[in-house]
């Protein structure tokens, strides 16, 4: 809840993006906020796609962002 709680904060995002990505499955709660925060970009949405990648259940998502319209989106779900 920590790291859910810092994707709120501009300035803690990356923190908490890395963070999570150490969670794994357990950060399954936070994917809809991962893939709010890669979709919109930035430090944290940059980062976004290596703990999306290391979540199991963020798969789904992250199939649907490598036809998403956005180049940098599709970039992204490709890296992972």
């Not at 803690?12 to 357990?26: E, S, Y």
């Not at 399954?28 to 893939?35: F, S």
């Amino acid at each position: 809840q920590v790291y859910r709680d810092a994707l709120k904060v501009e300035d803690a995002h990356m923190a908490a993006v890395l963070g999570m990505k150490q969670f794994k499955g357990d950060a399954k709660d936070a994917v809809p906020d991962l893939i709010a925060m890669f979709q919109q970009g930035g430090p944290g949405g940059y980062y976004a796609p290596e703990a999306l990648g290391a979540i199991p259940e963020a798969e789904p998502a992250l199939l649907a962002a490598l036809k998403d319209p956005n180049e940098r989106v599709k970039a992204g779900a490709a890296r992972t």
